[in-house]
């Protein structure tokens, strides 16, 4: 009965083990992963946006290529996210629609702009460095398909760091309004990237029962601090300055101490009434839109395909 699979499923995540598609599941241990995958498979479809606009406009060959490489990897990252989402029974049309309603979630930091070539460069080094170090836990994440798909995000996420990190330090060997533009883009970007990983804990109504079945491995907050311990010397390297007059080492905590976030300001955002939330969902409804004929003519190929096998 229902209480013996209960049982065999939380004796499962107390060994850390992982659970299967084809295995029972409670239904809110189901609902909750179904709400994270897909959220986060929204969040790398959206996520092309910001710097999708920029591929016409990157200031060399060498340039245009890696941010054409970094763009069609967030649609793949889409792709093996809504497939995982997908082994839990609901389907990637369903998902897009609730994206497209504007009823499903995806991540603050995708409704702000990128005013100059320096953004998609901070993109690169603070909000994917922010996606890498949620992302690496979650590759030990309870449900294997969303662990397995974890596994390669992470590694092209480590490319995406690390090419924005170099155009960066190449940015500030320039010319004066050359390091201007980074540091502009910098004191836009800080405060959105740490919210990024969430509520505090305290205000945090999913971690409790997402650290308890293994999908969540480390917290909101501490995972925030992990993220600004890890950038501070980055910055120093790079010769930015973090704009956060609280932000300093702290020797008995061994953390660096940082100033108040501004919650109501990531709410307004993942309410809906951030800068670019409706560009955003216009430009992708349309852009799905737009693909209508792609998918009808792939559809129309798979079934003459299969008339042909049949006769
Ligand atoms: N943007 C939008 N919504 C957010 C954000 C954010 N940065 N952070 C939290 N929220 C939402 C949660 O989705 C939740 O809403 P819901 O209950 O309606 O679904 C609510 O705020 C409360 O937050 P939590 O209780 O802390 O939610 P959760 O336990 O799911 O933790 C987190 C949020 C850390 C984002 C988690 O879902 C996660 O790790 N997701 C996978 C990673 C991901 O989605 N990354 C996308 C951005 S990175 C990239 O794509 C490059």
Partial sequence: GDAERLTRFDACIDADGRIEPRDWMPEAYRKTLLRQISQHAHSEVVGMLPEGNWISRAPSLKRKAILLAKVQDEGGHGLYLYSAAETLGTSRDQMVEALHAGKAKYSSIFNYP???WADVGVIGWLVDGAAIMNQVPICRCSY??????????????????????ES?????????????????????????VLAMFGPPDAD???SAQGMRWGIKRISNDDLRQKFIDATVPQAKVLGVTLPDPDLKW??????HDYGAIDWDDFWNVVSGN??????????????????????EAALAHARKQQQRTLK
């Fill in 250 to 255: 702290n020797e008995a905590r061994g953390h």
């Fill in 144 to 165: 294997g398909p969303y662990a397995r798909a974890m596994i390669r995000i992470c590694k092209e996420e480590s490319f995406h760091q690390r090419q924005g990190f």
């Fill in 168 to 192: 960066l330090m190449t940015l500030m060997a320039g010319t004066p309004a050359q390091r201007e533009m980074v540091q502009d883009a910098v004191n836009r970007w800080w405060w959105p």
């Fill in 114 to 116: 990128t005013l100059t």
């Fill in 274 to 295: 951030g800068p670019c939330n409706k560009e955003r969902l216009a430009t992708r409804v349309k852009a799905h839109e737009d693909g209508a004929w792609v998918r």
């Fill in 204 to 206: 945090s109504p999913n």
